[in-house]
């Protein structure tokens, strides 16, 4: 199984900056694409932000310039540098990652408890 832990989520003033962080715990083979996705009451899930541990990054629309996502080298760590923060960030923030337990298994989703971010003045 994999674990997901985050952390970073808080209060920041609009333009303000956050980084979130996730690390993957647990008995597996290897993490494949890990990422952050968001909800907002009342909305449905989004994408924020993947990486799929090879190089290949891909952000949301309303996101992209403003927030960076990366991973640490052993690729069980990833970052959201959030940057430039609106008002409509406003959600909890989710990790996700697909983790293989074992070789020559097909990766399964695994999903963290979620942070909460709130941009306000």
């Known amino acids: 199984q994999v674990q997901l832990a985050e952390s970073g989520g808080g209060l920041v003033q609009p333009g303000g900056s956050l980084r979130l962080s996730c690390s993957a715990s647990g008995s597996f083979f290897s993490i494949a694409t890990m990422g952050w996705y968001r909800q907002a009451p009342g909305s449905q899930r989004e994408l924020v932000a993947v990486d799929d541990g090879y190089g290949t990054t891909n952000y949301g629309e309303s996101v992209k310039g403003r927030f960076t996502i990366s991973r640490d080298k052993p690729k069980t760590t990833v970052y959201l540098q959030m940057d430039s923060l609106k008002p409509e960030d406003t959600a909890v923030y989710y990790c996700?990652?697909?983790?293989?337990?074992?070789?020559?298994?097909?990766?399964?989703?695994?999903w963290g408890q979620g942070t909460q971010v709130i941009v306000s003045s």
């Open positions: 996700h990652a697909d983790g293989v337990l074992l070789m020559h298994q097909g990766p399964s989703a695994y």
